[in-house]
């Protein structure tokens, strides 16, 4: 059985930091493409951030580049995403996903349970 399971939301005021972790299971991660993607009250999936299947390669929302930063670990078969500087825009719930930055937002696509961060004062 695939699994994500997400871990490491939280309340933190704006300005604050927060780490995000995945564990993934029942596939082959190295595979695949890893995602972060989020999604507010009323709001559609965004795509966040990813990482390439040996992690090589990182990808960004311009509105987080700089602020985010992927990474994984394909022994332990975890991604994370460490966040800094966090705004009240970054409020969310945040998914792992598994694929790129179409798939991981489509309706059928592979996410944990997500997990609640919430940027406020």
């Known amino acids: 059985e695939v699994q994500l399971v997400e871990s490491g939301g939280g309340l933190v005021q704006p300005g604050g930091s927060l780490k995000l972790s995945c564990a993934a299971s029942?596939?082959?991660?190295?595979?695949?493409?890893m995602s972060w993607v989020r999604q507010s009250p009323g709001k559609e999936f965004e795509w966040v951030s990813g990482v390439t299947a040996f992690g090589r390669n990182t990808y960004y929302l311009p509105s987080v580049k700089g602020r985010f930063t992927v990474s994984r670990d394909n022994v332990k078969d975890t991604i994370t995403l460490q966040m800094n500087n966090l705004t009240t825009e970054d409020t969310g719930m945040y998914y792992c996903a598994r694929g790129g930055s179409s798939e991981s937002i489509q309706a059928g696509a592979i996410r944990g349970q997500g997990t609640q961060v919430t940027v406020s004062s």
């Open positions: 029942g596939f082959t991660f190295t595979n695949y493409f």
